[in-house]
């Protein structure tokens, strides 16, 4: 606006100045020997700015210049377009004039709404977190994403990239379902009829490392099964029920059996544990009958429950040192397996663990036993040598009840209580001594045995049952 009218004065400017000249030419005025001024004009125009008041100055005196010109002093043809000019000079003033006034108006109102914000804020859109720049390009505000929030987003590409090429994929050849990952291979199913199977290393390219759970359950064809020495994981009841399978054998880099990887395996003979696998999950051998011969890793801490229930064939003599747990009944029922190494780090028994294993001859609990479970050695006739460190404050409810070979027991000064029928048919149990700190004593918790004679804290709590009929109790 101020460039349109800036050039609308200077025309009107150079048209009057030469209608001017020609006219004061014309009457001799310009060029003769006795030239007079009779008017002088100065028109200043200031380029670089100008205030409403100049503006204002400068059309009053347009107009007092325009009222000095009297009629019949210029010709009309020359006067008519020296008043054509200075119109037009006027209007251009005036749209000059409005302009400038809706400037200033539209500049104090943004110089308000800039003091009242603030210097730069925090913004969103389309989802994106930024900032606000209030001083670029003169005030006008640009969102400026925040690189936080582009780092988060390029993140979560990436990730969702990753995935997708990760995308498991299902197939399916003449003898497994299997499923292709980014990196491995996974068995989910046997489809195949062999009686001797060697499972493959790889497939499409990529190494087996996990057979998947119930992969081989209730198999009617196989009996030899070879894990390369890729696969790391078994999974649950893996070779369950697989009624013919008699040999199986692990890898040495496996890590991981699931719950119930050989449960009902009745015909399986032997099998070895691989070191790396530390723990013997719930009824992984349970059923299995025909088991003989096992060896177990030396790391073991774990033995769950059930894990060789009834496995009445089994020979196993030694536990790992490093196994701390035995859970309900582990070996419950394993009639041949003639322990006589105990762990030395052994903390806690579950209930029936030992139970009606006839063929244990020695039992030393070591000082850190914590606890016993209920009928946890009970019907174990073989047992004749029983030792129990001083660290378990309780003997259980039919803990040895049974255990017809015990001749003689020593209880340790930190037992406080004896449950029912602890020791009930120990019938050979002939001499027993009871510390001074052993509080509670249960029904029946000696019935049966040949012992005469007994000595307990006169503070102690027992029944007419808990001592066989014929024994004298004496206190300390």
């Not at 100055?57 to 043809?77: F, N």
């Not at 499972?199 to 196989?222: N, R």
């Not at 070895?272 to 011969?293: A, H, M, Q, R, Y």
């Not at 209930?351 to 019907?379: N, Q, W, Y």
Request: proline share 4%; with cysteine.
């Amino acid at each position: 606006m101020e460039k349109l009218f800036w050039g609308m004065v200077g025309a009107c400017t150079a048209a009057f100045g030469i209608l001017l000249c020609m006219y004061l030419n014309k009457i001799g005025v310009i060029g003769g020997p006795e030239q007079e001024t009779t008017t002088q004009m100065v028109v200043e125009i200031e380029t670089d700015t100008m205030t409403q008041t100049d503006t204002e100055t400068a059309t009053e005196e347009t107009q007092t210049q325009t009222e000095t010109i009297q009629p019949g002093e210029l010709p009309a043809d020359i006067r008519s377009r020296v008043e054509d000019s200075q119109s037009k000079y006027a209007d251009a003033m005036s749209v000059f004039e409005e302009a400038s006034r809706e400037a200033a108006s539209r500049e104090a109102a943004e110089r308000n709404e800039s003091q009242q914000s603030k210097p730069s804020s925090t913004t969103t859109s389309g989802g994106k977190t930024g900032t606000i720049d209030d001083n670029r390009n003169d005030g006008h505000q640009y969102f400026m994403e925040d690189p936080e929030s582009i780092a988060a987003e390029e993140s979560a590409e990436a990730a969702e990239s990753s995935s997708q090429a990760q995308t498991p994929t299902n197939k399916k050849d003449d003898e497994f379902e299997y499923v292709v990952y980014n990196d491995h291979v996974t068995i989910r199913k046997y489809v195949g009829s062999a009686s001797s199977l060697d499972i493959p290393e790889t497939l499409e390219g990529l190494p087996v490392t996990e057979i998947g759970d119930s992969a081989f359950a209730s198999s009617k064809t196989l009996v030899r099964v070879y894990v390369p020495d890729t696969v790391t994981k078994l999974g649950k009841n893996v070779f369950k029920s697989c009624e013919f399978l008699v040999d199986v054998s692990l890898p040495d880099y496996l890590t991981q059996i699931g719950e119930g990887a050989f449960d009902s395996c009745s015909k399986l003979v032997r099998i070895n544990i691989p070191e790396g696998v530390t723990v013997i999950p719930k009824k992984t051998f349970n059923e299995c009958s025909d088991l003989k011969t096992i060896s177990l890793s030396s790391d073991t801490v774990t033995i769950e429950e059930q894990a060789f229930n009834n496995c009445a064939k089994m020979t196993l003599t030694k536990l790992p040192s490093s196994l701390k747990t035995v859970g309900k009944e582990a070996f419950n029922g394993c009639a041949s397996m003639a322990l006589t190494k105990w762990p030395t780090d052994l903390e806690d028994i579950g209930e029936s663990a030992f139970a009606g294993c006839t063929a244990i001859t020695t039992v030393k609990l070591p000082s850190t036993m914590r606890r016993i479970g209920d009928s946890a050695f009970a019907g174990d006739t073989g047992i004749t040598t029983l030792s129990i460190k001083t660290g378990i404050e309780s003997i259980p409810d039919s803990a040895f009840s049974g255990c017809t070979g015990i001749t003689e027991l020593t209880l340790p000064k930190s037992v406080i209580s004896i449950g029912d029928s602890a020791f009930s048919g120990c019938s050979a149990l002939a001499t027993i001594t009871i510390p001074k700190n052993t509080l509670s004593i249960g029904a029946s918790a000696f019935a049966n045995c040949v012992f005469t004679e007994v000595t307990v804290n006169q503070k102690s709590s027992y029944q007419d049952s808990s001592f066989p009929s014929s024994a004298t109790i004496s206190f300390y």
